[in-house]
């Protein structure tokens, strides 16, 4: 159990640093929907957008290389995603909250949305407007996504078949509109930045064997139970940096880090819960210190 402690903490670490990224079954469900259709080319919600057409608000901090753009009716997505039901409950058992969301390829599929906290109720009560869900889809058995609504707007991260994919702000200080991208069709980072753990692990073959013999094969399944992590991130000065923009407050910038460690930690926690191993469950109080210079303390989330 300690080495599987260890195996977690290690890709929760790996997943925050690169941030700079069925149903069981139902009977006649009532079904809360945004939009009557099907997979498909029309929706509700969401309409194609030129990016010409896409007013200046704030820098764009994801650029891949191939992508769609889209506009949202946000207050509607926002009041149709509150509607969701609590994850496990009686009220997810026996009704459900319907909406559409968009793919690469310009087209629209639905998904069942349950209302998955990851935020202890104690920050959850500081920060009422942010929310994390679990999404299963309905035109595609098997496909899973987590979607957050924070106050930088909403974030979806699907698994589906064909790849995984990501819903996005288009730019800072845009709540409604977004990109829509394939992770294997971003591209390589603008920095040049390059992760060389597959490397290591490749160059050194006895590095993990030599500290813990067993800590790439825990002796147990997972089995049927769900398991709840807890979690604490911390974020530099030069994290916060890169979120900040222009005319900022310290207080801005850290908020704006602070929403972007909640999507990060959310699609982690989607890759968990993909893989039947259990959910995050971040942090009962937190603390600030973020300073003007770089090297200073970042936030703790405990």
Known sequence: M???AKI?????????ALTLIWTTGTTKAQEQESSPSSSGMQSELWSRVSEDQIASRGSRALIPEKYLTFNVDSARLRDSLRRSPEEFSDSARKSRNVIELPKPDGTFTRFRVEDSPILSPEIAKQHPTWRTYQAYSID????????????????GYVFALEGTYSIDPFQAND????IVFYKKEFGAPPSGFHCRIDELLKDEPNLFEAQE???LAPEFTHGSQLRTYR?????TFEYTTFFRQVGDSDAQAQAR??????????RIDGGLWKGAVGKIHVGLRYEFDIRSQPGSAGKLWQ
Request: aromatic content about 6%; glycine content about 6%; charged content about 10%.
């Open 257 to 266: 880090a602070l929403n972007q460690v909640v999507t990060s930690v959310n």
């Open 140 to 155: 595609e058995p098997g496909v899973t996504a987590r979607l957050d609504m924070t106050d930088s707007g909403f974030h």
């Open 8 to 16: 977690a903490s290690l890709a929760l670490v790996i997943g925050l």
């Open 2 to 4: 300690k080495s599987f």
């Open 213 to 215: 013999p067993a800590i």
């Open 175 to 178: 709540v409604d509109n977004y």
């Open 231 to 235: 979690i604490a991130v911390a974020t």
